[in-house]
């Protein structure tokens, strides 16, 4: 009987609170073990000048950073979604096991670690996202109206919240009045995005419309997006998601909607261009839910798996103990700290050739940063340019251009480069080449 008894299996709520305890841990160790990395350092500079809405997404991650910093909003948000899904499946399914079920599974899916610990738009929409579901299911069309709003305000595919909830009711053959308090609530909210963007000649809107529907795409972007989807939503919960959309229970259509809704625009999008994997984020919130509800083997098997995902990725950020010729990951979170002690420059200006190493250069040095040398077009490009007095000196620093010559001709002389390298534990991540531009012209 002993024996017998050792094999029992883990039960389900003391697995919950062991994917909960491992997800948080995994958090706080990425939070205090990585760098800022150079997305976050935009948004931060986003923070510095608040206004209605940006080059790239609406301002709701700039707000938040202003309020709280950059880390501590990716950690009180992702805490607040895992919130968020317990209350959501609690009202879907009831109380007992499945609102665990769907808040540990949620705790340890890949893109959602990202979100709770990297602060982007997709921080506060997942964090809305949730809430404006709860709510629409539960037919409180004021919090709908505030949540959805919210979730305007954090990225532009919160409007995908509406589509789902349109779908759900055609198929009911039924349109509360409370939703059209809703709408007005959540369109309220918005105008300063749209205001924004009029002020702007529709920039933002333009940026987005190209940026997920133009260029060149096809079966083998399309290929990628399934990649990146089996990585960020995880190999056994992706497939899951998609057995929840077309097979799940009838009164649950609204959620299921809510999953579809991001992976047919997204999925659409990347046969049109090249995209980003995290696009689709906020199918898997409704997802997990939804796998609460199904067999335990389910639950158990996406869930394990991602946290094996999870814990090899943050072993190898934190740890690394792998080879790669080219490490995007630790690229992306480690090195830039080293950006520092450019601080020490008596200049006017540091330029870079992208609005991602101009961000870090801000964020490390204080300094003013800009773009130069044909950058993609981005906020910087909205922002009065930062002014070189005469006589004074400028920095132009990269990961291999030299400066443009757009820049050149306005000093009298270019020296340089000298190397700036950085490593982590061995490894080489970063080598930036730094020019000076000395004694600016009229």
Wanted: charge should be positive; proline fraction near 6%.
């Amino acid at each position: 009987m002993a024996h017998r008894s050792a094999l029992r299996p883990v039960p389900h709520l003391t697995l919950c609170l062991v994917l909960l305890v491992a997800s948080a841990a995994v958090r706080l160790a990425l939070v205090l073990g990585t760098d800022v990395y150079f997305d976050e350092a935009y948004y931060w500079q986003w923070s510095r000048h608040l206004d209605g809405g940006y080059f790239d997404h609406s301002p709701g991650v700039a707000w938040l950073i202003a309020l709280l910093g950059i880390r501590p909003t990716a950690l009180v948000c992702g805490v607040a979604t895992v919130g968020a899904v317990w209350g959501l499946a609690r009202d879907v399914h009831g109380p007992g096991e499945a609102p665990w079920r769907a808040a540990a599974l949620w705790s340890v899916v890949p893109v959602g670690i990202l979100a709770g610990v990297w602060a982007t738009p997709d921080t506060p929409l997942l964090l809305f996202w949730t809430l404006a579901l709860w709510a629409l299911h539960r037919e409180r069309w004021v919090l709908a109206g505030l949540a959805c709003g919210l979730a305007l305000l954090s990225k532009y595919p919160g409007v995908l919240l509406a589509a789902a909830f349109v779908a759900a009711c055609v198929r009911a053959r039924r349109l509360p009045a409370g939703a059209w308090l809703t709408a007005l609530l959540g369109v309220g909210l918005f105008l300063p995005v749209v205001a924004w963007n009029a002020r702007n000649d529709w920039a933002g809107f333009a940026f987005q419309l190209q940026h997920g529907l133009g260029g060149q795409g096809g079966w083998r972007t399309f290929g990628e997006f399934l990649l990146g989807q089996l990585a960020l939503g995880g190999p056994v919960l992706v497939p899951l998601t998609v057995a929840y959309v077309v097979r799940g229970p009838r009164e649950q259509f609204l959620l299921r909607a809510a999953a579809a809704a991001p992976l047919l625009l997204f999925g659409y999008a990347s046969v049109r261009t090249r995209g980003e994997a995290n696009w689709p984020a906020a199918a898997y919130l409704s997802a997990c839910v939804g796998v609460a509800g199904m067999h335990a083997r389910w639950f158990r098997a996406a869930a394990l798996v991602n946290l094996a995902l999870v814990l090899a990725v943050t072993s190898h950020l934190l740890f690394p103990l792998l080879r790669f010729e080219r490490d995007v990951l630790l690229a992306r979170t480690h090195g830039w700290e080293v950006l520092g002690t450019l601080a020490r420059e008596d200049v006017a200006v540091v330029y870079a050739p992208s609005y991602q190493l101009a961000s870090e250069v801000a964020y490390f040095t204080g300094l003013p940063a800009d773009t130069a040398g044909g950058a993609r077009r981005s906020q910087y490009d909205l922002w009065p340019r930062p002014e070189v007095p005469v006589g004074r000196d400028a920095l132009w620093y990269s990961e291999g251009k030299p400066p443009p010559a757009e820049l050149t001709e306005r000093f009298s002389t270019v020296e340089g480069p000298r190397e700036l390298t950085s490593d982590f534990r061995g490894r080489r991540v970063h080598t930036f080449l730094v020019w000076r531009l000395r004694d600016a012209r009229p």
